[in-house]
């Protein structure tokens, strides 16, 4: 393999072996080139120093109300915010952070973790299984708000079913439940609504001995906010679209409901 | 503006709601990235990535499959430039001046006082990102798309309309010009 002998375009090859973008037979080349010399071999080194400078370079941060506002985009006309330019972009701003200030108040300063940064793919399960409900004609695959109906639907399907307690008295009415199949289990899933939000229940059975410490953790996950915690027998996991305050408020009274049997 | 097409996004909101969840949610934090860097500040980042958004939206049905991201950084791109030219029409240097920047190009990258290595591994991030927003635009956008969004040279060809050599070219410049202000700084 000939290297080319005019040094700008050497120069080209160097930042192209730093950056990934040459033939097997090029690089050897070229790395041979490097051993035998020293000025080119330490312009090699400034490039990927420069390189790994520049990625080490903070990001902007993708803030939830960011994320909840491209969502609404996504989801349709109606929920979406009303076009942008006649809004000036410091009102946005100050509504984005009067949002983020308001849900980080709420939630007791909770720490918000991204999807992107978590490799937790049940999680993104969930999250897309929610999604898809809202996208699909009816989000239960047995609507009653009965959990006489519901427990029985979901044993008789899957052999196994959460608590469904009725929460309709604290503005959370049960809708009905559905089967999920997440990492290649059926997994029983209920779904409450609260006003216009729908909150997705997710239950997967636990392991025996690990069953017994509850423990809450949040997070949020492909723009919804999501709250996991561990009860008895079942790991719960609670999705929505609603703020993180309701959310929490739905939590902690179906685990009220379901502790009281 | 909104209007008929806000009727076409009622009629095909249910499919492309889905689609839009799959095709430019996974790459908000790249959009972010590379419209604050064409821009020059994060705050405007948001209102550039909404707007080019918005577009991703009413064009979903002309997205032909494929790399999502790069098609979606190409309208956060244009988007970026359009917002620009509406803001600080300054700051763009004119598609005239593009055969002058690439022919300097060529010829200014000289060895003499450029830094070494470990002087650039621990440059101060504020120095760094200065220089970057100090970079002009053809360059500045090259940069970022490769190191930034980690983009490879021929998505970044395709995505600029330009040649390959053109691409490394203006790399090579870009990370020379920054090298210098570091080495400068110091």
């Known amino acids: 393999m000939e290297l080319p002998s005019d040094p700008a375009d050497l120069q080209l090859l160097l930042h192209a072996l730093v950056d990934g973008e040459l033939d097997a037979a090029t690089t050897l080349a070229l790395e041979r080139r490097l051993a035998d010399d020293p000025s080119l071999a330490a312009e090699h080194a400034r490039i990927a120093a420069l390189q790994a400078a520049v990625r080490s370079l903070p990001r902007p941060e993708l803030s939830d109300a960011f994320q909840a506002r491209i969502v609404a985009l996504g989801i349709g006309p109606r929920e979406a915010p009303p076009a942008r330019p006649r809004f000036s972009s410091s009102l946005w701003r100050a509504m984005a952070a009067s949002i983020l200030v308001t849900a980080v108040l709420a939630s007791g300063l909770t720490q918000w973790t991204m999807t992107r940064n978590t490799p937790d793919s049940f999680a993104a399960a969930v999250a897309s299984s929610h999604r898809r409900s809202l996208l699909a004609t009816s989000p239960v695959d047995v609507a009653s708000s009965d959990r006489h109906t519901v427990k029985p639907w979901l044993d008789a399907r899957i052999g196994l079913s959460p608590a469904a307690p009725d929460l309709a008295k604290d503005g959370f009415a049960l809708l009905g439940g559905r089967v999920e199949v997440i990492a290649d289990k059926p997994i029983p899933a209920l779904v409450y609504k609260h006003r216009e939000h729908l909150i997705t229940l997710v239950a997967t059975p636990q392991d025996g001995g690990t069953a017994s410490k509850p423990t809450v953790a949040e997070r949020s996950a492909g723009g919804f906010s999501l709250v996991r915690w561990t009860d008895g027998a079942f790991a719960y996991w609670a999705i929505s679209d609603t703020d993180r305050a309701t959310l929490e408020d739905f939590v902690s009274r179906f685990r009220e409901a379901a502790a009281a049997g | ?186």
């Not at chain 2, 870009?174 to 400068?184: P, V």
């Open chain 2, 1 to 186: 503006m909104p209007g008929e097409a806000d009727d076409v996004a009622v009629l095909t909101g249910k499919v492309s709601a889905e689609r839009f969840s799959e095709v430019v949610l996974p790459h908000l934090s790249d959009a972010l990235a590379l419209a604050r860097w064409l821009t020059g500040n994060a705050d405007d980042a948001e209102d550039v990535v909404q707007e080019a958004c918005l577009k991703a939206h009413k064009g979903l049905a002309t997205y032909a499959g494929g790399n999502a991201r790069a098609w979606l950084l190409t309208i956060v791109r244009n988007a970026s430039y359009a917002w620009l030219a509406r803001n600080h029409p300054r700051r763009i240097v004119a598609v005239g001046d593009l055969a002058d920047l690439d022919a300097f190009a060529a010829k200014a990258d000289t060895d003499a006082g450029t830094p070494e290595a470990a002087l650039i591994a621990k440059a101060d991030a504020a120095a760094l990102e200065s220089a970057i927003t100090r970079l002009p635009h053809p360059f500045r956008e090259v940069l970022v798309l490769r190191d930034v969004n980690g983009l490879g040279y021929r998505e970044i060809a395709a995505m600029l309309h330009v040649p390959l050599g053109t691409v490394m070219s203006r790399l090579s410049r870009a990370r020379g010009l920054l090298m210098a202000e570091l080495g400068g700084t110091r």
